[in-house]
């Protein structure tokens, strides 16, 4: 498989398991245009009832956020 197929393998294990927690990390890596949006509708559509944190610094795998912390607001400034 490619990089893009192994990721969107990894993101259907995230989505189909019953967790209540999803914890995702830059989960867009290795995604071409498609797969980022079958990403963001398997997010707004498998994610009910789930508590997600998503790390990233690309606005697209966050969108439709309820809150969003942007860590730079939190470092002691120099």
Do not use: W
């Not at 079958?38 to 990233?56: E, P």
């Not at 956020?65 to 730079?72: E, F, K, S, T, W």
Request: net charge negative; proline share 4%; charged share 25%.
């Amino acid at each position: 498989f490619s990089s893009g197929m192994k990721q969107r393998a990894k993101l259907a294990q995230a989505f189909f398991s019953d967790t209540p927690i999803l914890l995702l990390d830059e989960p867009c890596s290795n995604l071409d245009q498609q797969g980022v949006v079958l990403y963001q509708k398997c997010l707004r559509d498998l994610t009910h009832n789930k508590t997600i944190i998503i790390a990233s610094n690309d606005s697209r795998e966050y969108q439709g956020a309820q809150i969003a912390i942007n860590m730079d607001d939190f470092k002691d400034p120099i």
